[in-house]
């Protein structure tokens, strides 16, 4: 078992703030070795669910063993529990609101507890609103250093974890039915359909009373021109080639897409 295992950072914090170097820095208090590595701080604000796709889709690139730290946190200081979870991947450390069920959804939990040990933490005391400095970082920074799980609190039946499942979709008479499930910087909308629910049919978007035909990539379209395709992400995905789907279309995270067969 390692001792000196990578920590990943999730936010919703931004980075014109000093709030993800004190967590970095309250991890470097406990193991300065430790390598962390951003997955990124720009989550919109309180936004589980764009923090429960972006967790979900990058877990997989790491290493055997990482520890995943993701705080995206309107619940601070409420009665919602703070977690850790063993997953076959690693480890998952954070509020227990949903951020983590996407990746539970791939890769069922092996273990959890709830970080009642205040031993990890940062004080004995924390901010009813700073969470992330005060028992998150810590807890991670322990659990990468060789800190066993059980070590860190309570143990909890996994399947107590709170759930933010996708919608399934809805089959209609000439498709199925889906719904944007995350938006990116680009304005790129990503679907809950995925390359599975679509493999082998000849299969179009319909939006409104626009009819969108598959290609491979975005260069397959003239720059202006609006894209559907499987996106490196494995789901299907609305772009614009060079441009914004989000605003060509007026459509947002939740709103409905349908697949024609």
């Known amino acids: 078992m390692s001792e000196n295992r990578i920590i990943t ?11 993800v170097g004190i967590m970095k820095g309250a991890i470097a208090q406990i193991n300065p070795l430790l390598k962390v590595i951003d997955l990124t701080h720009h989550i919109p604000p309180q936004n589980i669910a764009a923090g429960r796709f972006c967790l979900m889709n990058a877990f997989a690139y790491f290493p055997a063993e990482t520890v995943h730290v993701a705080v995206v946190d309107p619940g601070v200081g409420s009665q919602r529990r703070g977690v850790g979870i063993e997953f076959e991947g690693g480890y998952l450390v954070g509020p227990d609101n949903g951020i983590f069920s996407g990746v539970l ?33 810590p807890v991670g920074g322990h659990l990468a250093s060789g ?16 759930k933010m499942p996708i919608p399934e979709l809805k ?11 995350y938006v990116d910087r680009f304005g790129n909308l990503i679907t809950n359909i995925s390359a599975a629910a679509v493999a082998g049919k000849n299969w179009s978007v319909k939006i409104g009373n626009l009819k969108i035909s598959p290609c491979q990539t975005y260069s397959d379209r003239s ?12 789901w299907v995905e609305i772009a614009v080639n ?20």
């Open 9 to 19: 950072l999730l936010t919703d914090f931004g980075l014109e703030d000093g709030y």
């Open 105 to 137: 959804s791939l890769s069922p939990a092996i273990a959890a507890v709830e970080l009642t040990n205040s031993d990890y933490w940062r004080c004995s005391h924390p901010s009813a609103t700073f969470h992330g400095r005060d028992i998150f970082a």
């Open 147 to 162: 800190v066993a799980l059980t070590e860190l609190g309570n143990n909890i039946d996994p399947n107590s974890l709170i």
């Open 242 to 261: 060079g441009g914004s789907a989000k605003s060509r279309l007026q459509l947002d995270r939740g709103d409905c897409v349908e697949m024609l067969f």
């Open 171 to 181: 089959i209609t008479n000439t498709g199925v039915t889906g719904f944007i499930q």
């Open 223 to 234: 720059p202006g021109q609006i894209v559907a395709l499987i996106g490196s992400h494995g």
